[in-house]
């Protein structure tokens, strides 16, 4: 069990570029979830994933936030056209929906950094 | 609805000092309840867990009980360490979703 992974750790990009952030969670669990944080904030959810099936999408969700999970196993999270509201720390986490109470497992994050 | 409240911080303390954060939630449901630690530039790590009423989740020191009628889950340590400086999150878990408070930022001086 090496944990949840996520790469890059920071991203610097300038407004109105496209970025793609990678998550490789803990190989056994099933369910993956992305949230975003924002300094002195809480984690806000996203979207989360069992297998490759994205089965909740926040509200909140812009349509330039795109993710994906093809094989149930890694999963990407796009931003098209960003915007310096995009900046904040996107945390990736994942879980086992076949073992109850089983909590979240978070990485360490990708900051993103938009001028 | 689904929300978690907690003690809003900055919380500083000496060394060997006795901390508690409250932290109280509302939920649809039966939820499960979490307490995680943020270190700098970190992502959040489990810190201790309760699932059902009376149930108390204790880590390194650290303890909460699972307070249905009050519907709380408060944090507490008898003696924080310099070590222990971090941000706190309290969280439930409905269904498929977790939700989080806003954290507690805690400082432990020499």
């Known amino acids: 069990d090496t944990g949840v992974s996520q790469d890059p750790r920071h991203k610097i990009t300038k407004r109105g570029q496209n970025v793609t952030f990678r998550c490789d969670p803990i190989?056994?669990?099933?369910?993956l979830y992305w949230y975003r944080q924002t300094l002195g904030q809480g984690p806000e959810f996203l979207t989360y994933?069992?297998?490759?099936?994205?089965?909740?999408k926040s509200r909140l969700l812009s349509d330039r936030f795109s993710a994906e999970r093809p094989k149930g196993s890694f999963s990407t999270l796009e931003i098209q056209r960003t915007e310096q509201g995009d900046s904040a720390m996107y945390l990736c986490?994942?879980?086992?929906?076949?073992?109850?109470?089983?909590?979240?497992?978070f990485g360490n994050g990708t900051r993103l950094t938009v001028t | 609805g689904n929300s978690v409240t907690q003690m809003e911080g900055p919380v500083t303390l000496s060394e060997e000092a006795f901390l508690t954060i409250n932290c109280t939630y509302t939920?649809?449901?039966?939820?499960?309840l979490f307490w995680y630690v943020q270190y700098p530039g970190e992502g959040l790590q489990l810190l201790l867990k309760?699932?059902?009423?009376?149930d108390k989740g204790s880590n390194k020191g650290f303890e909460a009980t699972y307070r249905k009628e009050t519907t709380s889950f408060h944090l507490e340590k008898g003696s924080v360490q310099v070590s222990d400086s971090a941000v706190y999150f309290c969280?439930?878990?409905?269904?498929?979703?977790?939700?989080f408070g806003t954290g507690t930022s805690l400082t432990v001086i020499p």
């Open positions: 994933f069992q297998n490759e099936a994205q089965l909740e």
């Open positions: 939920a649809t449901g039966y939820p499960s």
């Open positions: 986490a994942s879980s086992s929906a076949d073992r109850v109470f089983s909590p979240l497992h």
């Open positions: 190989s056994e669990h099933n369910r």
């Open positions: 309760a699932t059902k009423a009376d």
């Open positions: 969280a439930h878990n409905t269904g498929n979703q977790f939700y």
